[in-house]
């Protein structure tokens, strides 16, 4: 029973690193691969803004104004928020994401909702698991705590074949620079002439 228990954490880990890699795997290795210039643009900065906007909403409608708390959380958000931003708007331009809807709908779509699937998924799994080791799967509700995961599991999946979709539609691979021009020779300090000189010889010398 104790070896369950601990194997329970190992699985939540591991789920949760599951669900990263199959949505967001994709899209570093393309941007590792493609190396585009980092472009910002003002749909970025606007999907920025309404995803701030929407969690600070969330934790003033659920948490009440009195409580200290809130502005530590507002303020862990906006950080967490703002790395994740950054880090993604960079990723699909190194991928040569250029298209606006794609590059909005990843930001307020695909991030959102990868994590708010992958944190309840984990745990609905690991109640699972907890439910299956104290026999609990004679209980009704086991099987709607089960059944829970399979909307999650869709929805993740959908969410990598966007990602997969999105990167099959970008810029290929940046292009190569340009060689540099050629420097330009300095003149040779005595070059030969051909031009006749005054006593009607020219200025080559002859071998001995």
């Given amino acids: 029973m104790e070896a369950f228990l601990v194997l329970i954490p190992v699985g939540a880990i ?6 990263a890699v199959w949505v967001f795997r994709p899209l570093d290795k393309a941007a590792r691969r493609r190396r585009h210039v ?36 507002d303020a862990f958000g906006c950080l967490c ?6 880090a993604s708007v960079r990723s699909l331009s190194a991928a040569g994401v250029r298209r606006l809807w794609h590059r909005s709908l990843f930001l307020l779509v695909v991030v959102p909702l990868t994590l708010s699937a992958a944190v309840p998924g984990v745990l609905v799994a690991v109640c699972v698991v907890a439910a299956v080791i104290t026999d609990a799967p004679s209980d009704p509700g086991f099987w709607w705590l089960a059944a ?23 810029d290929p691979a940046a292009a190569a620079p340009e060689p540099p021009p050629p420097a ?9 002439s051909n031009q006749p000189l005054s006593d009607g010889t020219t200025g080559e010398t002859s071998a001995p």
Avoid: K, S
């Fill in 184 to 192: 330009a020779q300095p003149p040779a300090d005595h070059a030969p």
């Fill in 14 to 19: 591991a789920l949760a690193t599951a669900v």
């Fill in 38 to 73: 980092t472009q910002f643009t003002l749909a970025d900065f606007f999907c920025l803004f309404l995803v701030l906007q929407l969690t600070l909403g969330f934790n003033h409608l659920v948490l009440p104004h009195d409580e200290p708390i809130i502005y530590a959380l």
């Fill in 81 to 86: 928020l703002g790395a994740l931003w950054w």
């Fill in 148 to 170: 829970a995961d399979v909307p999650l599991a869709m929805a993740v999946w959908v969410l990598g074949l966007f990602t997969r979709y999105m990167l099959a539609r970008a």
